[in-house]
């Protein structure tokens, strides 16, 4: 199988036409300065942003189907095996930890409580902490029960926006750590990431992003050995060959 | 003063129910609606009839249940009404609100419920008429329970539903899927899509669920007080006073909104006098949010 989502090529003025790749089992990070689309566009992947054209295709069914009145909705895309984790407000406040599992598998019926402990298997700090209500986790304890609950559904590709926003650089790094279980478990990850340094260096492969495009992909070791970085980000065009 | 504290809390467990209806439906629409309370008027009207049309099936013998002044005939209508009132949420939200919600703003939702409200209470008296109407013209005999204090068997029936309905809901709400899915879309309505949750089924179950309590509260009226036109939307003002002093979007905070300001407003009556009946709940409204701007069960955030 290849998890993929590719060819995505909206006449949105945010997102010109970005193509990308995600090989199953990788984690790929998508880099760029700020308002280089990269949230738009995995906010475009899972349907909460709507797409004028172009296709995004998961194991080799299309996702995405265009144009945007025809899309899949995206309270249907958990089922398509896609799973996705807001930068903020990702995680129901007011619900217990055990009740925000609860409800991302609500259709999984009688294979959700074994999704459950699974999960909890992963992730031993919430299991301690079930009862309590969600708003009262700390900020990196509410990014594990976000990742946790979109891993409820099983998904073949997990897509988070900014894991690291907001936490100390400790807790980035035991977020981190997470992730790369996450993909020794066997789950694909696509992330966004604004934290250059610690997301290359847990990552397969990353992008570059910048205008509404993607600028540069490479693997992610050979991107954090290049030294124009920071020029690409300032949207000078790449000295070596793209990807 | 005690007989005031009862009747306070059978007005007050009425009032709370149709808050209950209310804060449900803002909490997950996110606007006042408006016509809430003509589907507490239109429940109890479906109530009148079903009763007509179920005790002519039965025979002229009415059944009555031991002291109550209502039997199975009254049980059945209820049961049909929560049914009927529900699938008129349904159809106003599918007629009206539905396309407001994609292209209008909250405002626009608020004046549309306004207009919605008129339509449905003048509809009620083109159907109808204007004038009051009871569900049984027996006179129904108040027992002492304590020194001083009378109830009616029937305004203990509406006290202990009430308790069962709260119960109910809160099993509902904490215990099914549908009822995560509802606190999760009245948290965060984007969240809940990308978990999966399909927001518009759960709107349309709140429409079905706010309207069912609405008819319940609406045969309570007429089952204690009288049936007329204005019922429900006379009731509005106490059910928003009721709301926002339990803190909007709070069931528990609806119900015990709805207490007091029935108590507030029954209370009144042998301190200030009747006239100011009104006022005085809405005084405690204000005594209250003064002190707990969210209300009672109120979110700080």
């Known amino acids: 199988m290849r998890d993929l989502v590719a060819g995505y090529e909206p006449g949105l003025p945010i997102l010109r036409g970005a193509s990308i790749d995600v090989p199953a089992g990788t984690i790929v990070t998508i880099l760029g300065p700020n308002g280089a689309g990269k949230s738009t566009l995995i906010k475009a992947i899972v349907g909460l942003v709507p797409v004028d054209s172009g296709s995004a295709t998961l194991g080799g069914r299309d996702i995405r189907r265009v144009p945007a009145h025809r899309m899949v909705p995206a309270h249907r895309m958990v089922r398509h095996g896609l799973a996705y984790v807001p930068q903020t407000e990702n995680v129901f406040t007011r619900l217990t930890v055990h009740e925000n599992l609860e409800l991302a598998g609500f259709f999984l019926k009688r294979r959700r409580r074994r999704r459950i402990d699974a999960v909890y298997a992963l992730f031993p700090d919430l299991a301690r902490q079930r009862r309590l209500a969600a708003g009262r986790l700390s900020g990196g304890q509410r990014q594990m029960l976000a990742t946790a609950r979109a891993l409820i559904v099983e998904p073949r590709l997990l897509i988070l926006d900014e894991p690291s926003a907001g936490l100390s650089p400790k807790l980035v790094s035991t977020v981190f750590a997470k992730l790369t279980e996450v993909r020794a478990a066997g789950v694909t990850i696509l992330m966004v990431e604004q934290n250059v340094k610690a997301a290359l260096a847990i990552s397969d492969y990353a992008y570059v992003m910048v205008e509404g495009r993607e600028r540069v992909g490479a693997p992610a070791a050979e991107l954090a050995a290049r030294t124009d970085l920071g020029d690409l980000f300032l949207g000078a065009m790449p000295a070596g060959g793209t990807a | ?94 007629a009206l609100f539905r396309h407001l919600r994609r292209h209008g703003t909250t405002i626009t939702l608020v004046i549309a419920s306004f207009g919605a409200s008129l339509a449905l209470r003048n509809m009620i008296v083109f159907l109808y008429g204007p004038r009051p109407d009871y569900y049984s013209r027996d006179i129904q005999i108040a027992v002492p329970v304590l020194p001083g204090v009378r109830v009616t068997p029937d305004q203990v029936f509406v006290l202990g539903l009430t308790a069962v309905l709260v119960a109910a809901l809160h099993l509902l709400l904490t215990r099914t899927t ?99 009946r009104q006022a005085v709940a809405f005084l405690v409204l204000l005594a209250i949010l003064l002190v707990r701007p969210t209300g009672l069960f109120g979110d700080r955030a």
Do not use: K
């Open chain 2, 1 to 94: 003063m005690l007989q005031f504290v009862a009747d306070g809390l059978v007005l007050g467990a009425t009032i709370g129910l149709g808050a209950i209806g209310l804060t449900l439906v803002y909490s997950i629409l996110r606007f006042a609606n408006f016509t809430h309370g003509d589907l507490i008027s239109w429940g109890a009207y479906f109530v009148l009839s079903l009763v007509g049309l179920l005790t002519a099936a039965g025979g002229a013998a009415a059944h009555r249940f031991g002291v109550l002044s209502f039997g199975w005939p009254l049980v059945a209508a209820v049961v049909l009404a929560v049914a009927l009132t529900g699938a008129l949420g349904l159809l106003l939200d599918g």
């Open chain 2, 178 to 276: 549908l009822g995560r899915a509802m606190r999760g879309v009245a948290e965060n309505p984007t969240l809940a899509r990308v978990v999966g949750v399909d927001v518009e089924a759960v709107v349309r179950w709140t429409w079905v669920i706010g309207g069912g309590l609405a008819a319940v509260a609406g045969a309570f009226l007429g089952l204690t007080v009288q049936v007329r036109p204005q019922m429900g939307f006379d009731l509005l003002l106490p059910l928003f006073a009721a709301t926002i002093l339990g803190g909007i979007g709070s069931v528990y905070g609806a119900i015990a909104g709805g207490l007091i300001i029935g108590l507030a407003e029954s209370l009144s009556v042998p301190l200030i006098g009747s006239e100011y």
